[in-house]
């Protein structure tokens, strides 16, 4: 019955699975799956940015410790940068620059 219903929920050109709708076309399939992607890499970073503080609470002054922690949330933000970036980036190349259909 569940599956009925979930069938039914799904857009004319989305196949239901059980991890939910999932678009046939290529765009679409990406553009749904890097928006989880970026989700996951916004929490990954948001757990390596808390863990780097912890990190330097409990370095007691140790400077080895103090630079690990630095270093754990520096590349947490920049990693997180870097998605949101290109992220920004396809999205002015492809719907500003290039109007490919699709990417609105």
Known sequence: MLALLAAASC????TSTDIG????????F???????GLGLIGGVALLFIIYGGYIIL????QSDQLN?????IYYAIAGLLLAI????FIQVIA???LHIPGFK
Do not use: L, R, W
């Open 68 to 72: 690990k922690g630095k270093s754990y």
């Open 58 to 61: 409990a370095s007691q002054g």
């Open 95 to 97: 719907v500003d620059i």
């Open 21 to 28: 709708c999932i678009p046939n076309d290529p765009i679409g």
């Open 85 to 88: 970036f290109g992220f920004v």
């Open 30 to 36: 990406v553009a749904k799956f890097y928006s989880i």
């Open 11 to 14: 857009g004319v050109n989305e």
